[in-house]
């Protein structure tokens, strides 16, 4: 069996084979209510019915002025549990997991309201200055990753990402291009760390299943984290009890960026090996032989992908025959399987 299509387990939870949706943001919430919307469950539920072993929804906002935009998903109120409950029960069906990945946008956020940061600065010309958040802001944070957490669990998710990458809340925390506070949430990245480390410890009290983290593992900026600091990062996570760091990179300050085939990889592989910590290969991976490769090499547990699953939701299908590898289908698509 190639080793994409073999089964992988986190905690209690096994995933079918290692490919996985990554989340990509689909800006379709038209009443700006985070609610999921019948578009929702066509995009997720048809991935599933193509044999992807876990679907992570878009980033998904733990406060409405965390959103990406007004059309973000969101898990900010109980009253969006029923339709990620549902959404998830078709998923389900069909033999894929589910997984959410919880974000803040921070100063990345574009709304008419007030948007918030650890500093003052602004991502760039066209965006708006943030405030700077207080003590009681990061709590009140704190507390809404805590309690969408304990939504997701209601909801029936098996796992929870973390979005601490491009650029967003926990990023800029992070980052010291984005951070430049003077108190215990700034400075080192001991200080810099805090924000995510007290998030995981809150977002385990509500949650006790597998817990990921997406990171930027690349600011492409002088003066951002090191992959020193990212490693360092990652083992903190390890000893928080952390399952597996999902490895994208930029988005923290404007950058031009050469992308190429699996340009994000040797930072995943490193983190890998030198955290002790599971990882996710993300970004340019097209093929089901690039996918095994990196996989048999044991460069990332994990394929997250992206744009190939917005070209083909039946990509399992066909790295598998790419393959030589035989995947089962569903019953009411055999003939044509």
């Known amino acids: 069996m190639a080793k994409l299509f073999s089964p ?21 919430c038209n009443q700006e209510d985070g609610k999921v919307t019948p578009f929702h469950v066509t995009h997720y539920t048809s991935r599933a019915v193509g044999q992807v072993g876990l679907i992570m929804l878009e980033a998904t906002a733990v406060q409405p002025e965390g959103r990406i935009s007004s059309q973000d998903l969101g898990i900010w109120d109980d009253d969006h549990v029923e339709g990620l409950t549902d959404l998830n029960r078709q998923i389900h069906h ?7 990945q919880l974000a803040h946008a921070g100063r990345k956020a574009q709304l008419d309201s007030n948007i918030f940061a650890p500093s003052a600065l602004a ?39 973390l979005h601490a990458a491009h650029g967003y809340l926990i990023n800029q925390f992070l980052s010291p291009l984005t951070n430049i506070r003077g108190d215990s949430y700034g400075g080192s990245r001991e200080n810099r760390y805090r924000l995510l ?19 930027s593992t690349d600011e492409y900026a002088e003066g951002g984290n090191s992959l020193e ?25 404007p950058a031009s960026i050469s992308v190429y085939p699996g340009y994000q990889l040797p930072r995943c592989e490193t983190i890998r090996k030198e ?5 996710g290969a993300v970004g340019l991976i097209t093929t089901g032989v690039q996918a095994e490769e990196i996989i ?12 190939a699953l917005l070209r083909d939701p039946y990509w399992p299908r066909t790295a598998a025959t790419e393959l030589n590898e035989k995947l089962s289908a569903p019953k009411q698509y055999e003939r044509g399987w």
């Open 296 to 307: 048999q090499n044991e460069r990332a547990d994990l394929i997250f992908l992206a744009r």
């Open 94 to 100: 069909y033999g894929s997991k589910t997984a959410i």
């Open 197 to 215: 480390e007290e998030i995981i410890s809150a977002v385990k009290q509500a949650w006790d299943g597998p817990l990921f983290v997406r990171i």
């Open 8 to 28: 992988i387990n986190f905690k209690n939870v096994t995933l079918k084979n290692r490919i996985v949706m990554a989340p990509m943001c689909m800006y379709s």
């Open 229 to 253: 600091d990212f490693v360092y990062f990652s083992r903190r996570m390890r000893e928080q009890g952390i399952e597996l760091i999902d490895c994208s990179s930029g988005g923290v300050v």
């Open 123 to 161: 991502f760039n010309d066209s965006y708006k200055t943030p405030q700077q958040m207080t003590v009681e802001d990061i709590k009140e944070t704190i507390e809404a990753f805590k309690a969408a957490s304990k939504r997701a669990k209601q909801a029936n998710f098996d796992i929870i990402e």
């Open 275 to 279: 955290a002790n910590i599971s990882t």
